[in-house]
């Protein structure tokens, strides 16, 4: 039966509890969690400021009016660049690629140790029902960096327009949930936020690796690019059962540390993001590969007929050479016989 109770709960969970209010002091002893026992600079300046940044991610819907400024620009590049060349960017995107590779391999580095930490000591369960990784300022850090780089990596669909490449729905669809769902889930910090930013960090710091290789002209094998999108798309999967499970958790009234809203978002989009890319891969990796090689059997068919075709023109011509002759046979001085064709005039 399902607790009804439950949906009071319906922005919030345990706010008050994992959230640091005005002064909020972290635990200091980093023997005390999983991973290497040390700070980045970046870290501990993210600790000094932690009010500042909770009171301003907390207005999540801040992510609408980037969203709308997104779209629009999406418009106007995409009408700007109409009547233009587009422009070469290599040496700009090598260096954007390898930025964002680099910062999602530290975030990966940072963050797995404590994700495996807790599936391994703790079990499936708690990994998607408790918020421990708050106590950490280190994790509340990199968390942070996660849904603010979503603002920065809109600017992939800048490179994509002004290169004048095709923009596929998958592209833009992606990135401006991904940006109002991360803005809407760190506020609430719910533990199934673990499973989003460690996912996503890892599969990132594959996906910005390869763009960067491919796009300096480094050959790779077409099984790296399907590789990472299976990884995505069991990424999608991995997000749509946790969420699931942690939503069944919350309605049927057991300990989760995640509100409601956060749950069915987190339900609904990794479920469609699931459908999408899966389509895409269908469309990328089945469909498009099996035109390429029909096109290519077609091809290699009209080539081996235009050859025979050739050979039998060859042929007619020689033929039609002998028939407008005729065959005269004179015996040399060795006493040979040698065949002599006169063309009839």
């Known amino acids: 039966m399902f607790n009804f109770s439950n949906y009071r709960d319906i922005r919030y969970h345990y706010f008050h509890v994992y959230v640091p209010g005005k002064h909020h002091q972290f635990e200091r002893d980093l023997t005390k969690f999983p991973g290497v026992p040390n700070s980045f600079f970046i870290e501990e300046f993210l600790r000094e400021h932690a009010d500042f940044i909770h009171r301003n991610l907390s207005r999540w819907y801040y992510s609408f009016y980037l969203s709308i400024i997104y779209l629009l620009a999406i418009i106007l590049i995409k009408k700007w660049m109409q009547n233009r060349q587009p422009f070469q960017m290599k040496p700009i995107l090598i260096i954007w690629n390898i930025s964002l590779a680099i910062f999602s391999i530290i975030g990966t580095f940072r963050c797995l140790p404590e994700f495996i930490h807790v599936l391994?000591?703790?079990?499936?369960?708690?990994?998607?029902?408790?918020?421990?990784?708050?106590?950490?300022?280190?994790?509340?850090?990199?968390?942070?960096?996660?849904?603010?780089?979503?603002?920065?990596?809109?600017?992939?669909?800048?490179?994509?327009?002004?290169?004048?490449?095709?923009?596929?729905?998958?592209?833009?669809?992606?990135?401006?949930?991904?940006?109002?769902?991360?803005?809407?889930?760190?506020?609430?910090?719910?533990?199934?936020?673990?499973?989003?930013?460690?996912?996503?960090?890892?599969?990132?710091?594959?996906?910005?690796?390869?763009?960067?290789?491919?796009?300096?002209?480094?050959?790779?094998?077409?099984?790296?690019?399907?590789?990472?999108?299976?990884?995505?798309?069991?990424?999608?999967?991995?997000?749509?059962?946790?969420?699931?499970?942690?939503?069944?958790?919350k309605l049927i009234g057991l300990p989760c540390d995640a509100s409601l809203s956060v749950l069915i978002t987190g339900v609904t989009l990794y479920g469609l993001f699931a459908i999408l890319f899966i389509n895409f891969f269908i469309w990328t990796y089945i469909i498009k590969r099996s035109k390429n090689r029909i096109r290519t059997a077609v091809r290699h068919f009209t080539s081996s007929n235009k050859n025979k075709n050739n050979n039998n023109d060859l042929d007619n011509d020689k033929t039609s050479l002998i028939d407008k002759s005729t065959i005269t046979t004179t015996t040399t001085n060795n006493g040979s016989i040698q065949f002599v064709a006169k063309k009839v005039q």
């Open 120 to 249: 391994y000591h703790h079990g499936l369960v708690h990994s998607y029902s408790k918020s421990t990784y708050y106590f950490d300022y280190r994790l509340s850090a990199w968390y942070f960096m996660f849904t603010l780089s979503k603002s920065i990596e809109l600017l992939d669909t800048g490179f994509v327009l002004l290169r004048k490449k095709p923009l596929i729905v998958l592209h833009w669809i992606h990135h401006l949930l991904t940006l109002n769902y991360s803005w809407f889930v760190f506020s609430d910090a719910p533990a199934t936020a673990r499973w989003m930013c460690n996912m996503n960090y890892f599969v990132h710091s594959l996906m910005y690796t390869y763009y960067a290789a491919k796009v300096a002209g480094i050959q790779i094998s077409r099984r790296i690019s399907l590789t990472i999108t299976t990884l995505q798309i069991a990424q999608m999967f991995a997000g749509l059962f946790v969420n699931y499970k942690a939503l069944q958790r």
